[in-house]
């Protein structure tokens, strides 16, 4: 090979096997194209920081509202990733009793899930007659029957947690939390959230549906940052 070529050619091999490694261990998340961007739809922005991402016991919390680590999740019930990392962050809280919470807030990606939005408000209507833990229990039958998400299944499955089914129905048809949960998605975007699921620990930024031990492995550093 001549030499003159040898030294590009080897860089622009060495350009594509980081490029590509970049892209194998990008995070699995469903994403959408924000107002006046020119990025394709399967375009992510990585949120930077918590700022701005209030938390008070008026929050979807799991776990025990004073633990030193917060999970701070941003999430759609109609993304198929989501539904892959609930059962993870379930099993990080049932290994770290007591040190972590579980923060959920809604993040609906109108644009590609049409029942996103419709969910998360039903989810609210839950929420006002048998509070979180009516809330978690909700949202844990949504992300197991993703295929079902309906006016149907949600109306099914408050009757089977135990709600008042007229209360229910006025609420979810008077459309009563929209604006709770459109104040969510806004506090989103402010803090960078381009995709579900799009998540923090302590503030460090978590994109995506990353598995288990790298979920755990950010939890341990942050406790350890705490000592």
């Known amino acids: 090979m001549n030499e003159k070529l040898y030294l590009p050619i080897s860089v622009i091999i060495g350009f594509l096997i980081i490029a590509g490694a970049i892209v194998y261990t990008k995070s699995p998340q469903q994403s959408f194209q924000s107002p006046g961007s020119s990025a394709s739809t399967g375009s992510q922005t990585q949120p930077g920081s918590t700022q701005g991402t209030t938390i008070t016991e008026q929050n979807h919390i799991r776990g025990d509202f004073e633990a030193p680590v917060t999970i701070v999740e941003f999430s759609d019930y109609e993304c198929p990733f989501c539904s892959r990392f609930h059962p993870t962050v379930q099993q990080i809280l049932a290994d770290y009793s007591g040190q972590v919470r579980w923060v959920y807030k809604h993040f609906p990606l109108d644009q590609i899930h049409a029942q996103a939005r419709p969910a998360a408000e039903a989810s609210e209507c839950i929420w006002e007659q048998k509070g979180n833990d009516g809330f978690w229990q909700f949202s844990d039958g949504l992300f197991e029957n993703q295929a079902r998400l309906g006016n149907s299944f949600y109306k099914e499955l408050a009757a089977q947690i135990g709600v008042n089914a007229d209360q229910f129905n006025d609420c979810v048809s008077s459309r009563k939390y929209k604006d709770k949960v459109e104040a969510d998605y806004q506090e989103g975007i402010k803090a960078g959230i381009r995709g579900t699921p799009g998540s923090f620990v302590n503030g ?17 550093q942050a406790l350890a940052d705490l000592e």
């Open 204 to 220: 460090q930024s978590i994109p995506g549906a990353v598995p288990y031990s790298v979920l755990k492995a950010t939890v341990d």
